[in-house]
């Protein structure tokens, strides 16, 4: 349990936009279409996913959700909420504005330096005015 409590005062959250993508996760009242989203190792300097991956090692420090969209309203919120699904613990709720009508762009969850997120469940979702628009899911393994 002290290890999921450091998780909740330790963890970070790093959020970068840009470019473009395709598949429709429209968000019903909102003109803002998810195209598509993937969790990854990381986002590259171009705003894409770095290893699509929904499995994690031991030892892993950060951990990208990587989402694109299209006819974004100006000002459009988004919220990630990150969550330790293992012990059903809330790790982080963030909210981002989209910075352009089109592109592409990411939040990230990472421990400090010389730490390493637990092994097990985890969920991000993205919502738009409190509406569930994508869910995704991972899992860091343990060391045995």
Do not use: H, Q
């Amino acid at each position: 349990m002290a290890k999921i409590m450091n998780i909740l005062m330790l963890l970070l959250l790093v959020v970068s936009f840009s470019s473009c993508s395709n598949v429709d996760f429209s968000m019903p009242g909102s003109s803002i279409r998810i195209e598509d989203a993937k969790i990854a190792s990381d986002i590259d300097k171009n705003f894409m996913p770095v290893k699509v991956m929904d499995m994690f090692t031991y030892g892993t420090s950060k951990v990208s959700c990587w989402f694109s969209w299209k006819d974004s309203p100006k000002d459009v919120v988004i919220v990630a909420k990150w969550r330790y699904v293992t012990d059903d613990i809330p790790i982080r709720e963030y909210s981002f504005k989209i910075p352009r009508k089109d592109g592409t762009g990411g939040v990230s969850l990472a421990m400090p330096e010389g730490k390493a997120l637990p092994p097990g469940l985890y969920r991000v979702e993205l919502e738009i005015n409190k509406k569930l628009v994508k869910s995704l899911g991972f899992r860091v393994l343990d060391n045995k």
